[in-house]
């Protein structure tokens, strides 16, 4: 793949952990940013939509069928099954959003990291970790969402999850919002000045420097 100049950061975490409150908050925090624009994908998903959730707006909701055919036409960066449903991201809209300069956050689980990493190495991985077990299933429980067998399920997924967190080139630990909110922002402007990209995003102002 050429280069991009957006950034593409993947954030894995267990169900719970907070990767996709903290996703919100940045960029509702850079909501005015036209210097460094940055955006969540939409991902595809066949399992069925949470309460205040929009189609389009949170994922593309689709039938098993349809995702399935999906996958056949080749649309897909990646795509897994996690808790008997699929999740995917397209592989097009990734791309061209690269290109525009606009940096990407994929909320996603480690098997999808891991298969966006090998497509794209340059990739930033990601991983959040609650701050013990306990707060884990206390969050869990607090959504009022799921009745216990299944929090005692996502507990489970949750130590098989935790255990990829060596895969991604950053861990954060979600104890303070505030504090972990901070470090993932230090992550992203820390991205933004590797010498590749600035020498993309500012090619006239070094040619015209190394020119005196």
């Not at 649309?75 to 808790?83: G, M, R």
């Not at 525009?100 to 090998?118: H, S, T």
């Not at 429980?141 to 999850?161: F, H, L, P, Y």
Request: charge should be negative; charged fraction near 25%; glycine fraction near 6%.
């Amino acid at each position: 793949m050429a280069s991009l100049l957006g950034n593409l950061f993947i954030l894995s975490a267990p169900s719970g952990a907070g990767k996709s409150s903290l996703i919100k908050a940045l960029l509702e925090k850079h909501d005015d940013s036209s210097t460094y624009p940055m955006q969540v994908s939409v991902s595809h998903t066949t399992r069925a939509p949470r309460p205040g959730e929009v189609d389009g707006v949170h994922y593309h909701f689709v039938s098993r069928e349809q995702f399935e055919a999906l996958i056949e036409q080749g649309v897909f960066f990646e795509y897994a099954e996690v808790f008997g449903n699929y999740y995917g991201t397209s592989r097009v809209t990734i791309e061209q959003t690269l290109h525009r300069g606009i940096d990407v956050f994929l909320d996603i689980d480690w098997q999808g990291a891991r298969q966006v990493k090998a497509a794209l190495p340059d990739a930033c991985g990601i991983f959040i970790l609650p701050p013990s077990a306990s707060v884990l299933r206390e969050r869990l429980t607090r959504r009022g969402q799921d009745a216990g067998e299944v929090i005692d399920s996502r507990m489970r997924e949750a130590v098989s999850e935790m255990s990829h967190f060596d895969e991604f080139d950053y861990v954060l630990i979600n104890d303070n919002f505030a504090t972990a909110l901070n470090e993932l922002e230090a992550i992203v402007v820390a991205q933004r000045q590797r010498t590749m990209k600035q020498q993309m995003r500012h090619q006239n102002l070094i040619k015209d420097l190394l020119e005196q």
